[in-house]
């Protein structure tokens, strides 16, 4: 008898071989490898998002005020990367057995980002990337989805696009922007709740401190350097925290309060920020102020508020809240303010170098290059002052903080030594040294139009010849064009040669430095500060003096 032996095929999968299970160990670290690049490539990204208040608006107004030129970048990264990775597949896909070579494609991926990288990281950055709790919690998410995304594409490509083999690697840059994104409306909800924790600590802290005098300062412009000057004035009799720097938002305040904020303290300054209605409304919530100054009435921010009516309503907030039970200062100066201090019913004081009429004013005002001096008035007394700070917009300046003090109990001879010590705030209308004997007026953080005029009126006390570099104007919504349109004009009468950084308003500058006389061939263009810089060392001689006229933040560059 014969038998025959026959096996029946079967569907149990054949075990996996040495090819597979490295083509899963690769892609694993790729992925792996690819988001901790991806940490360093969205630096720029993150940076705006963050200088944004983490607004999404606000990043992708910078993309779109950009013109999508760092985001082209990453474009073009991710069509180099992926032609080579193509072409190297291509070409070594059957060299070996287990298609080794083909890996090298990735060199040329690694080595694009390595360029882009550094190249990034060599931009002059005003205000660098801040590492805080928050952006780790982002970039920890941004890790884990870049991570997953790189896994899935080079898991698919190795098998259905052969010849593509890892290239999908390479559209991950081109995504990056929008997983940033996405990345924070996934931690946004806790971000939200933890915020709102910080929040409330700090109000209870707050409200242990039952004497303490608390002083909000708002206002389009002048609210860093007023509150600088008033904690000044005020530390000549009481012990003062003021929050530093501009930090002007609820974060920055409730920082302020559980880190700064000592038991002693008599009197506690906040500034008080607003990109949008309501938000003077919330801080006030917060800090309820019993003093409030607004400083002044422009056109900043118009891009978020919408009309200048939204902007004086959300200003005049601060007021609101005072109105029961506090005391609110106002610059005569401001035709914004002259208005919103017709409309206020409570206690109340208007100042002003303009009009004698007021409750204080100043008057016999002599600026110069070295600093100013006047005659103060309050309430019928009066001093001779003086000052090194540049400009009479800081005399009006000080006026508010002069009233302030007064009301306060201080006598008119600490206000006056107390105006002897001011110095200036960085950035704003501050001589800085120089070491090829130029004449340096930084005014970098001023970015209204109020302020461009007080900085052209100051650099017009100098002799020499004299230069501006400046990028323009932003955030002025419909306004934007004309403002920097008179911005031109009114440099037109006092420099001699202008250099425009960036490349939102040339066109603007430049077409109202024409309309003003101004000879084209003194208006210069420069695509950063940086380059603007050794434009200027071109040309400039020791004794010419140069003013940096708001050094536009990194979302604006």
């Not at 208005?339 to 009009?355: A, D």
């Not at 090829?436 to 005014?443: E, G, H, K, R, T």
């Not at 970015?447 to 002025?476: D, M, Q, W």
């Amino acid at each position: 008898m014969q038998f025959i032996l026959s096996v029946e095929p079967t569907n149990m999968p054949a075990p996996l071989g040495f090819d597979t299970w490295l083509t899963f160990w690769m892609c694993i670290a790729i992925a792996m490898l690819n988001a901790i690049a991806m940490c360093f490539v969205g630096y720029r990204f993150l940076q705006v998002l963050q200088l944004s208040g983490y607004k999404i608006k606000g990043y992708f107004a910078w993309i779109a005020e950009t013109k999508g030129k760092t985001w082209s970048g990453l474009l073009m990264l991710s069509v180099l990367s992926s032609a080579a990775l193509l072409i190297t597949n291509v070409l070594l896909s059957d060299f070996f057995k287990y298609k080794i070579m083909t890996y090298l494609g990735l060199g040329f991926y690694l080595i694009f980002l390595i360029v882009y990288i550094i190249n990034m990281y060599a931009l002059p950055m005003k205000t660098p990337l801040k590492y805080t709790p928050r952006l780790n919690r982002l970039m920890v998410v941004m890790f884990i989805f870049v991570f997953g995304i790189t896994f899935v594409l080079t898991g698919v490509s190795d098998m259905n696009l052969p010849y593509f083999r890892y290239g999908t690697v390479a559209l991950v840059p081109a995504i990056l922007p929008l997983i940033i994104i996405f990345s924070h409306l996934i931690t946004l909800p806790f971000e939200i709740a933890n915020n709102k924790r910080f929040i409330k600590k700090a109000m209870m802290k707050l409200s242990k401190h039952q004497s303490l005098i608390k002083i909000g300062i708002t206002g389009s412009y002048g609210k860093t350097s007023v509150k600088n000057m008033l904690n000044t004035l005020l530390s000549e009799k009481f012990l003062v925290c003021a929050t530093p720097q501009s930090f002007n938002t609820p974060m920055g305040l409730s920082k302020t309060i559980l880190n700064n904020l000592k038991e002693k303290d008599q009197i506690f300054i906040a500034e008080m920020g607003a990109r949008y209605v309501g938000d003077i409304k919330f801080l006030c919530n917060m800090i309820k102020p019993q003093i409030g100054i607004l400083t002044g009435i422009g056109n900043q921010h118009m891009a978020t508020f919408g009309s200048i009516e939204n902007l004086k309503n959300t200003k005049f907030e601060l007021a609101q809240s005072v109105e029961k039970f506090g005391k609110m200062y106002f610059s005569g100066d401001s035709e914004g303010c002259v208005e919103l201090y017709e409309r206020f019913n409570g206690q109340k004081r208007i100042v002003s170098i303009l009009n004698n009429k007021f409750d204080c004013f100043a008057d016999d005002i002599h600026v110069n290059e070295k600093g100013s001096s006047f005659v103060l008035h309050i309430d019928g007394q009066n001093a001779v002052c003086k000052t090194s700070l540049l400009g009479k917009h800081n005399i009006s300046n000080i006026l508010l903080c002069a009233s302030v003090c007064y009301d306060l109990g201080m006598s008119i001879n600490e206000i006056k030594r107390g105006i002897s010590k001011l110095t200036p705030t960085a950035h704003r209308l501050a001589l800085m040294p120089s070491q090829n004997s130029l004449i340096v007026i930084d005014d970098a953080y001023n970015g209204n139009v109020t302020g461009c005029k007080a900085a052209l009126e100051v650099l017009s006390l100098f002799s020499g010849k004299k230069y501006v570099i400046t990028p323009g104007l932003v955030e002025l919504g419909k306004e934007e064009f004309n403002s920097n349109f008179q911005f031109g004009i009114d440099m037109s009468k006092v420099c001699d040669k202008v250099i425009i950084d960036g490349v939102g308003n040339f066109e603007a500058i430049e077409a109202g430095l024409l309309f003003g006389g101004f000879k084209k061939e003194n208006i210069l263009r420069a695509g950063s500060l940086r380059q603007a810089i050794e434009v200027l060392n071109t040309f400039a001689e020791p004794g010419d003096v140069v003013l940096f006229e708001n050094d536009l933040p990194d979302n604006y560059m």
